[in-house]
């Protein structure tokens, strides 16, 4: 069973914004650092931002970096992952993981969630 249920993906056109979340499903999220990756067919999964535990520090990949902004709510249990001026090239299945040293590697995470899908139409 996931750990995580993401949601928020959709069709949005070059330049729109979308906010993903990742809901805790089957054990508490609040004392792992989590973070987002996303994937296109084809490709390896890359790390694209991280948060830490207590949301102190976060992290994101260069391509991402003043666009995408990570978060948390410990409360509610959830990641989010705001998104906005949006390329055609973010376009991916997004996911979410717990990344216990924030190392935005795939192969150091765990507990994966199913993806949500993000397209965004040039």
């Known amino acids: 069973q996931s750990q995580f249920v993401e949601s928020g993906g959709g069709l949005v056109q070059s330049g729109g914004s979308l906010r993903l979340s990742c809901v805790a499903s089957?054990?508490?999220?609040?004392?792992?650092?989590t973070a987002w990756f996303r994937q296109v067919p084809g490709k390896e999964r890359e790390g694209v931002s991280c948060?830490?535990?207590?949301?102190?520090?976060?992290y994101y990949a260069s391509a991402v970096r003043g666009r995408f902004t990570i978060s948390r709510d410990n409360a509610q249990e959830t990641v989010f992952l705001q998104m906005n001026s949006l390329k055609y090239e973010d376009t991916a299945v997004y996911y979410c993981?717990?990344?216990?040293?924030?190392?935005?590697?795939?192969?150091?995470?765990?507990?994966w969630g199913q993806g949500t899908q993000v397209t965004v139409s040039s």
């Open positions: 993981a717990v990344d216990l040293q924030c190392s935005m590697v795939a192969a150091q995470a765990a507990d």
């Open positions: 089957v054990d508490t999220l609040a004392p792992f650092a």
């Open positions: 948060i830490s535990s207590r949301g102190g520090d976060r």
